[in-house]
């Protein structure tokens, strides 16, 4: 430790001028103000914004300065023999040369920011938040050391094989680089700065212990320590950023097994395929969005962008048979497609199409066919040709969009509110095909509280609420053809179970609490009462699709409030249309898609499939009942 | 009263201060130091020759621990001078050829960071050594005379009163009076604490005066090593007042003769195995007259341009 200590304070002591070199760059700030030209920066700000370009340039240099000196100089020159020929071992002076390089690294670099923090430190935010970035920074200064020492070693050398060297460095970056860029763009900031880090700490602890080997088996000999050097590193950091290239891999390449829970799933309105998606195990807060085939497990992970923030990142044709997708590219967002009779198979084949939008845009739905492509972007819609890459029609509509529904192939209804800021909301509803926005049913109702508009599965009804109750709308006319009174299903915005709601035939139910006992109505498609159920004792109740003609599913909500879990106590239950007959299949199981209004309500298989309070991706097989798919494992 | 009796302690032999067997080095393929043997006994001085590129430095080197053999061994004061260097080295000081302490740093500095490397060391001997010298305290060390390089280091080498001194020619290129201090330095050194030395050299006038064997190294090869007195007492040059004929190397072949040289006063023959009980009958009958050699006259016929 003394040997340490006496070669720290000698190697600091020929660097004094270093130091001063630093306070002096560290002062330039203060002469900016003074140059001549428009001054429009306050003098404070200005030397705010140029203190960290001259403190990142000055520490990058004075750290490529310190490497270059720290060993090779002395080698190259053949006086390392000094400290070779007294009581000193490898380990000490490699310690204490790194060690005074670094102090005198770290002093330098405080330097170069210590002029202006004493002067304008009011103005500086300098918070809680600045501490890993600190720490990063003192990381950096001190791999960038080694580097620059391990890098004038491989040089001053002189030696045949620099090429050799040369090319581990190239490959080392590019698989970092590549590796980080790949994380990135995959959405995987955790894991790629988990990878740095480990990659940094490796890089330093590999440089540190390969100077020590080298200076120990070398010694005096420049060439020899080279050699050493080379040999150790490379042997350490190639396997290491092969390393990081496999976990980038196995980080962006989960299957659906994978999924710890899932978020949400929305199964195509035909076809055996669905979306799902949720956190990812063991990848560091990385989430996942697939498309997923039950039957044989076959998936495609789709790269969508804000699938977070996006209620509906993957949206299906019609006929089940194409999926879309918006992707992030250097600003600008892409739709991608996959034909799903390929998916998840060798010949599968996602096509960037020409749509391509500058902002992110506010929904994209696919005609029936999956030919076309309908996109909400900033205040306009959009109708495109995906396969000929031609617009077919385009309308301005700032309005906020609660449903869309293609009345052919290229012809798609829009269903809006707007007017948010005024006392008087307005629901439209239109269509936009090739030529102009059409008036065919163009619909404009004037609501003036509680504004909500929902629309039919085949988008001929609407459903209406304001300060005056429920009303069906007939779209093609305009006209209500039905209201619902308090009798029928009290409205009660704050609580949507109990807002009327469409049925995949058409139909629609609301539900209403009589003393104490929950009841459902059934409405026929023009609002005319079918029948009534009693549900029994139930807070509220949320229905889900219809798994055939006459069953409806739906979930019973019993407490009035959350565990600790966040979960409300419910029971899901069928409900036999035509007999009334109710049996439960299981308890605090929800529905797995969202946004009622945007997705057309499920029937048939793609009505089967639930999400337990755990997370769980159950199915309702018709004999066994709610059988686990993805998700958590049964406890 | 009782009295106890100490038996005799066997105490161990100390190993020779330096030792080295059967070592061979080798830059490339190119083998610079063949198989080399020697032994430095506690408090003699040693003295290496050779001509440049004979191997000195290579091997002074490989027993430092500079650089690793590539067989054999070489021991300091009883420890591996590879593995075990910087032990080792708390007990010798060391003066390379080329001074190589740092430049930007002057003497009081070197001083005071030699200081906190060894627990005996002696601040006011080694300044007292460097007023002596005339070696500035406070001029950088990169901005000293090459003699002034020499003395400074021979003064840090000497600041802790090693057992063991290593020399590697520390007066190559120096003039008369800085060679003659280093000697001085040397030979009150040695007089005072008859400190171990091996010193590589090509100053044989100086180095005659302190050394107590010989070693000569040529083509990576130690073929002398003997004290220097029994070298000085085996070569004679054989002059004679008549005019030597090759005929005569037969008469002289008891003294092991190297050859006859013409030189411009005539002709000699410089034996290697002189005996003056043979010598004797031969230079009365054939008039021939003994003269001893100096360390360097010796030096030159073993390893000069005409040496076999």
Redesign the interface.
């Known amino acids: 430790m003394?040997?340490v200590?006496?070669l720290v304070?000698?190697e600091i002591?020929?660097r004094w001028a270093l130091l001063l070199a630093a306070f002096a760059l560290g002062c330039v700030p203060f002469l900016l103000p003074l140059l001549p030209g428009p001054q429009s920066t306050a003098p404070a700000e200005l030397r705010e914004a140029s203190l960290w370009t001259i403190a990142a340039i000055g520490s990058a240099l004075l750290a490529m300065l310190l490497g270059a000196d720290l060993m090779s100089r002395?080698l190259a020159e053949?006086?390392?023999?000094?400290y070779?020929?007294?009581?000193?071992?490898a380990g000490?002076l490699w310690t204490g040369k790194l060690v005074a390089a670094y102090l005198v690294l770290v002093a330098g670099t405080t330097l170069l920011i210590l002029p202006v923090l004493l002067v304008d430190w009011r103005h500086i935010a300098l918070g809680e938040e600045l501490r890993p970035i600190v720490a990063g920074v003192f990381a950096g200064l001190l791999l960038a050391l080694l580097a620059a020492s391990a890098i004038a070693v491989l040089v001053r050398a002189r030696s045949a094989w620099l090429a050799l060297d040369g090319l581990a460095i190239a490959l080392t970056i590019a698989i970092s680089v590549n590796t980080t860029r790949r994380l990135l763009a995959g959405g995987a900031l955790e894991s790629a700065t988990l990878g740095l880090v480990v990659l940094g700490a490796v890089a330093i602890c590999a440089l540190f212990a390969a100077h020590r080997a080298a200076l120990d088996?070398g010694?005096?000999?420049l060439r020899?320590v080279r050699r050493a050097l080379a040999l150790r590193l490379w042997a350490l950091l190639l396997p290491t950023a092969a390393g990081f290239a496999a976990f980038g891999l196995w980080v962006l390449s989960p299957s659906p097994q994978d999924l710890a829970a899932i978020w949400n799933a929305h199964p195509a309105p035909s076809g055996p395929w669905m979306e799902v998606d949720g956190p990812l195990r063991g990848r560091f807060g990385l989430a996942g969005s697939f498309l997923w085939q039950s039957e044989n497990d076959r998936y495609f992970r789709v790269h969508a962008a804000g699938q977070q923030s996006n209620p509906n990142p993957i949206v299906f044709s019609g006929n089940g048979k194409v999926a879309a997708w918006l992707e992030s590219e250097g600003g600008s967002f892409t739709v991608w497609t996959l034909d799903l009779t390929t998916a998840g198979t060798a010949e599968q084949a996602p096509v960037k199409t020409t749509a391509s939008y500058s902002a992110r845009p506010r929904a994209i739905a696919l005609s029936p066919s999956g030919r076309n492509l309908a996109a909400n972007v900033a205040d306009r819609w959009i109708l495109e040709d995906l396969g000929g890459g031609r617009i077919l029609a385009s309308a301005t509509a700032s309005e906020f969009v609660t449903g869309v529904r293609w009345q052919s192939d290229d012809r798609v209804r829009i269903f809006s509110l707007s007017g948010f800021d005024d006392p008087v909301v307005t629901a439209a509803i239109w269509d936009l095909a090739p030529g102009v926005r059409s008036a065919a049913a163009d619909v404009h109702v004037e609501l003036h509280s509680h504004p909500v508009l929902k629309a039919s599965p085949d988008g001929t009804h609407a459903l209406l609420h304001d300060a005056s109750g429920w009303s069906l709308l007939d779209v093609a006319t305009g006209a209500r053809v039905a209201t619902f009174s308090s009798r029928n299903g009290a409205p009660d915005p704050g609580i949507p179970s109990r807002q009327p709601a469409f049925l995949p035939d058409g139909g629609l139910i609301t539900s209403r609490e009589e003393n104490g006992q929950r009841h459902l109505a059934r409405f026929d498609a023009n609002g005319g009462l079918l029948r009534d159920y009693d549900l029994g004792a139930a807070r509220s109740v949320w229905a889900g699709g219809m798994t055939n003609a006459h069953t409806l599913l739906l979930s019973l909500v019993d407490s009035r409030s959350s565990d600790a879990e966040g979960v409300f106590s419910s029971r899901l239950v069928s409900l036999d249309l035509d007999s009334g007959e109710m049996r439960q299949l299981g308890r605090n199981t929800g529905f797995p898609w969202y946004g009622e209004s945007w997705t057309e309500a499920l029937q048939g298989d793609a009505a089967r499939w639930c999400i337990s309070a755990r997370g769980q991706l159950l199915y309702l097989d018709p004999t066994a009942g709610f059988v686990r798919r993805l998700g958590p494992p049964d406890s | 009263m009782n009295t106890t009796t100490l038996a005799p302690a066997i105490l161990p032999a100390s190993p020779a201060p330096i030792e080295i067997r059967e070592l061979s080095f080798s830059y490339g393929v190119k083998e610079v130091l063949h198989r080399v043997s020697l032994v430095v006994e506690a408090g003699s001085v040693y003295a290496l020759l050779g001509r440049n590129g004979a191997g000195k430095s290579s091997l002074i080197r490989c027993l430092l621990g500079h650089q690793p053999a590539a067989s054999g061994r070489a021991r300091l004061l009883g420890m591996d001078s590879w593995s075990e260097r910087a032990r080792a080295l708390a007990r010798i000081g060391v003066v390379p050829e080329e001074p190589d302490a740092p430049p930007h740093l002057d003497c009081a500095a070197l001083e005071a960071f030699c200081a906190d490397l060894y627990p005996s060391w002696d601040s006011t001997a080694v300044r007292r050594r460097l007023a002596r010298f005339g070696v500035p305290l406070t001029t950088a060390f990169g901005e000293l005379s090459k003699g002034q390089k020499s003395q400074a280091l021979l003064a840090l080498a000497l600041g802790h009163s090693p057992e063991l001194l290593i020399l590697d020619d520390p007066t190559l290129g120096l003039d008369a009076v800085a060679r003659r201090a280093v000697f001085d330095e040397l030979i009150g050194e040695l007089g005072e604490r008859g400190t171990t030395v091996l010193f590589a050299s090509h100053d044989m006038e100086g180095i005659e005066r302190i050394a107590d064997r010989v070693g000569i190294l040529a083509a990576g090869r130690l073929f002398v090593d003997e004290p220097l007195e029994e070298l000085r007492q085996r070569f004679r040059r054989i002059n004679g007042s008549a005019t030597l004929e090759p005929s005569d190397l037969e008469v002289l072949a008891p003294l092991l003769p190297q050859g006859v040289r013409t030189l411009a006063w005539g002709r000699e023959i410089v034996v290697t195995q002189f005996d003056d009980r043979e010598f004797a009958p031969l230079a009365a009958r054939l008039d021939l007259a003994a003269r001893a050699m100096s360390l360097e006259e010796i030096f030159v016929v073993l390893v000069g341009e005409d040496a076999a």
Do not use: V, Y
């Not at chain 1, 053949?78 to 000094?82: D, E, I, Q």
């Not at chain 1, 070779?84 to 071992?89: A, G, L, M, Y």
């Open positions: 003394k040997t200590a006496a304070r000698k002591a020929g002395e053949r006086r390392m023999g000094f070779f020929s007294r009581p000193i071992s000490a088996l010694r005096t000999d020899a």
